[in-house]
């Protein structure tokens, strides 16, 4: 290794006004949180002067406390889990499952794939670096089907709009299914279904890169994707929550129940083969769908839809493509839709 | 010369990181030549595993990240002496 060292980070003042910032946007969100629906009512009813209990007043009422609760669940969310990933890097991630034995390895390689840092177009040189370093199949797997499974924009939209428990389930399904695919996958001998390409890239030395983030660069990098996913994903939240609110106020009760209810045996399937398609709008769609379950659309089928949207994409599995054979993407397609339609139909049979 | 790589598949992080090199580099006026680096294997042997990646010299300075423009205004200073 050469001894010149390059300084990775320039000496950057280490003020204390950004920490500061944060607390203070932190407490004003803590204090604006509980107001929204007096809020909400106050905008519909006093200003606009639109009566409760009538169809539009209410319509609007709901667009009115959900926009700013979903936007501000979101900001709060985006940043709190990018700075925390900020103590993340595939490369430790690759370092703390090497050796793992499958089983363990599954469960810290599921574990893993929702703290790591991740961007959908590395998922090749990811994939690559983990098997050089000899890290099995399944446990490889297992990681790639949490990372986008367990998504911080459904949590923190499924948190808002359908409460802790149901976020919570979410998040522990998604683990189980990251963890029992992977197993799976293992247990097929994947590996002659893996180009060959892959097996013969040597993954070369970094050298003494190491890039140490102060407290202040994590605030700033946290801020930073706060405002770009944010800034992305808020008028597919307006569009969604505004035809969640027609759904609230003008669709009849039990409407749904025949069609997406828990004894429409196929509504789980058929969600999940709709999720497949519709990636990019994964912020617009809950709301809809929370509008959709009070009409009588049963659980189960809800989350197995949310699962296909997010765990399912098309452009993913483009990506694939480059390292893996088509027999090997259809295996882990399959196996990972069975376990969210499993999912779909144990919560509709359990909670109903 | 200095000879840049941007290494990565050519997504909307990889471009964002050529475009904050070339700023830098018709900043400070230096000779450089900026490649993109695109295939796998190639990128690999950065052993670099997240894009995207920002070689100088041969040298990977960054990976996985998007580097600030006072970052690599500093990097490219100390590769030219």
């Not at chain 1, 203070?24 to 969100?29: A, F, I, K, S």
């Not at chain 1, 994903?233 to 969604?240: C, Y």
């Not at chain 2, 471009?15 to 000779?31: H, M």
């Not at chain 2, 950065?46 to 006072?70: C, F, H, Q, W």
């Amino acid at each position: 290794m050469s001894s010149q060292k390059i300084t990775l980070t320039p000496p950057r003042k280490s003020g204390w006004q950004l920490p500061a910032l944060v607390l203070l946007l932190g407490l004003v969100w803590l204090l604006v949180w509980p107001q929204l629906q007096a809020l909400a009512d106050w905008f519909t009813y006093d200003l606009i002067g639109l009566l409760p209990e009538t169809r539009l007043g209410e319509s609007v009422n709901f667009f009115f406390y959900d926009v700013p609760k979903i936007l501000m669940l979101l900001a709060g969310m985006i940043f709190l889990v990018t700075f925390v990933r900020s103590f993340f890097s595939p490369e430790q991630t690759r370092a703390a499952l090497g050796g793992r034995r499958e089983g363990i390895g599954n469960v810290l390689a599921a574990g893993l794939g929702v703290l790591t840092p991740f961007c959908s177009c590395s998922a090749v040189p990811l994939f690559i670096g983990f098997v050089e370093s000899g890290i099995p199949l399944g446990v490889t797997f297992s990681f790639l089907i949490a990372t986008p499974l367990v998504n911080e924009i459904a949590l923190a939209m499924l948190f808002g709009l359908f409460g802790w428990q149901i976020a919570g389930l979410y998040l522990v399904s998604g683990l189980t299914i990251a963890v029992v695919g992977g197993l799976i996958i293992g247990r097929l001998q994947p590996e002659k279904y893996v180009e060959e390409f892959v097996w013969q890239v040597k993954v070369g030395q970094t050298g003494d890169v190491t890039y140490k983030p102060t407290w202040n660069d994590r605030i700033r990098m946290a801020g930073r994707s706060t405002k770009e996913i944010v800034g992305k994903v808020w008028p597919f939240v307006i569009l969604g929550i505004g035809m969640g609110a027609g759904i609230h106020g003008y669709v009849p009760e039990d409407l749904l129940a025949g069609v997406m209810g828990r004894e429409a045996w196929w509504s789980v399937p058929a969600a999940v083969l709709l999720g497949v398609p519709l990636y990019a709008n994964a912020a617009g769609i809950i709301p809809v769908v929370h509008a959709l379950m009070e009409k009588g659309a049963a659980l189960g089928t809800v989350l197995a839809f949310m699962m296909s949207v997010v765990a399912l994409s098309l452009p993913e599995m483009l990506i694939l493509k480059r390292v893996l054979k088509l027999r090997l993407i259809a295996i882990f397609v399959g196996i990972v839709a069975l376990a969210i339609i499993f999912t779909g139909y144990l919560f509709n049979w359990v909670i109903g | 010369m200095l000879k840049i790589k941007v290494l990565g598949p050519g997504c909307a992080n990889c471009k964002r990181v050529e475009q904050i090199a070339r700023n830098e580099v018709e900043k400070l006026g230096v000779a450089a030549e900026i490649e993109k680096v695109t295939d796998y294997a190639q990128i690999m042997a950065y052993g670099v595993m997240s894009t995207p990646g920002l070689v100088i010299d041969e040298k990977v300075v960054a990976y996985g990240r998007i580097p600030t423009n006072e970052e690599v205004s500093q990097w490219l200073i100390a590769a030219q002496n």
